[in-house]
C-alpha cells in the first residue's frame, strides 16, 4: 500500500531563506507526483507537476525534483517571503485509470518578515 | 486553465436538513471526480470517487445513504449531505483528473457548518 511522508511537519524561517520541503513515497511505481499548496479554509492549488519520466520542474522560485527508484521528491523555495505561508502537499498518483491521489499529511510553513 | 468551480463556498444549515455541493469542471470534461473531507490541521481524506454515468464508489466507513454523489455530465457532480447533524461539519472538497496533463485540480472547497 503506497504511503506518502512528509517532513517536516511544519517549518519557521525569517523572510529571504531558501528552503527545502521533503517527501518519500513507499512504492515507486507512480504515474506522476504533484506539489499543492492549501491556504487556511481555502482549497488546494496546484504548484508543480512532476510526470514519473521526469527529473525536475520549475516554476518561479519553486523547484520540484523526483527520484522516483529512491522514493524522494524534494521542493525548493528560494528567497521565501511572507505570502509563502501555507501548507504544501505532496501526492503521488497510483498507476491505473480512475485512481485518487495519495496525500502526504503535509508541511507547514510560516514565513516572518 | 482546468478549473473545477465549488459551490457554496460555505453553508450554515439546521440540523436533520440536507445541503447539496456542487462541482463543475468549467473547461475540460470531468469523467471521474473525487470527494473529500477535511477536519481542522488534517489532511484530506477521500470519501468517494464518482464516475459519469455510474454509481459512485465509497471509501471504507463513509455512509452512501449519508453522501449522496451524483455524476450525471462529464461536466457536474454533486454531493448531498442528508439529515446533516453537527459531526458532519466539515471542509469538503470535490477533485478531478485532467487527463490532458495527467493532473489533478481541486475545487475551492466548501465549510459546512450544522447548527
Known amino acids: 500500500k503506497q504511503e506518502v511522508t512528509q517532513i517536516p511537519a511544519a517549518l519557521s524561517v525569517p523572510e529571504g531563506e531558501n528552503l527545502v520541503l521533503n517527501c518519500s513515497f513507499t512504492?515507486?511505481?507512480?504515474?506522476?507526483l504533484q506539489w499543492f499548496r492549501q491556504d487556511p479554509g481555502k482549497g488546494l492549488t496546484s504548484l508543480l507537476l512532476i510526470q514519473s519520466s521526469q527529473r525536475e520542474q520549475t516554476s518561479g522560485r519553486l523547484n520540484a525534483s523526483l527520484d522516483k527508484s529512491s522514493g524522494r521528491s524534494t521542493l525548493y523555495i528560494a528567497a521565501s517571503q511572507p505570502g509563502d505561508s501555507a501548507t504544501y502537499l505532496c501526492a503521488v498518483r497510483p498507476i491505473g485509470a480512475g485512481t485518487a491521489l495519495i496525500f502526504g499529511k503535509g508541511t507547514t510553513l510560516s514565513v516572518s518578515s | 486553465g482546468a478549473v473545477v468551480s465549488q459551490h457554496p463556498s460555505w453553508v450554515i444549515c439546521k440540523s436533520g436538513t440536507s445541503v447539496k455541493i456542487e462541482c463543475r469542471s468549467l473547461?475540460?470534461?470531468?469523467?471521474?471526480m473525487f470527494w473529500y473531507r477535511q477536519f481542522p490541521k488534517q489532511s484530506l481524506m477521500l470519501m468517494a470517487t464518482?464516475?459519469?454515468?455510474?454509481?459512485?464508489?465509497?471509501e471504507q466507513g463513509v455512509e452512501k445513504d449519508k453522501f449522496l454523489i451524483n455524476h450525471a455530465s462529464l461536466t457536474l457532480s454533486t454531493l448531498t449531505v442528508t439529515s446533516a447533524h453537527p459531526e458532519d461539519s466539515s471542509f469538503y472538497i470535490c477533485?478531478?483528473?485532467?487527463?490532458?496533463?495527467?493532473?489533478?485540480?481541486f475545487g475551492s472547497g466548501t465549510r459546512l457548518t450544522v447548527v
Open positions: 473547461d475540460f470534461q470531468a469523467t471521474t
Open positions: 464518482s464516475n459519469e454515468g455510474s454509481k459512485a464508489t465509497y
Open positions: 477533485s478531478a483528473v485532467v487527463e490532458r496533463i495527467g493532473g489533478y485540480t
Open positions: 512504492d515507486s511505481a507512480i504515474y506522476n
